[in-house]
């Protein structure tokens, strides 16, 4: 199990839900301080988030509040050690 903590992004409780965006297949948590965790099987699942998060990126407007979060939490994904680990 890959849990990826997004406090670092400024995510908290149920953004994803908020703004309407794709959950990750393994769901996700809150943290006792309120950051939101992304749970994943593994890095591929993790990767593959990842590209559906690029193509809903891609449907929505620049000036979205969407696309900020969006941008945010694909940045906190490729951050993450071990999803580097995987990509090189």
């Known amino acids: 199990m890959l849990k990826i903590d997004t406090a670092q992004a400024g995510f908290v409780g149920n953004v994803l839900q908020n703004f ?40 929505l407007d620049g000036t979205s509040p969407e696309k900020t979060f969006l941008d945010a939490l694909v940045l906190a994904i490729n951050n993450d050690e071990f999803v580097q680990a995987y990509l090189q």
């Open 20 to 59: 309407n965006l794709p959950a990750p297949s393994g769901g996700f948590d809150t943290e006792v301080n309120g950051s939101l965790i992304l749970l994943f099987e593994d890095e591929q699942e993790a990767v593959a988030y990842l590209d559906v998060l690029e193509d809903y990126a891609a449907k």
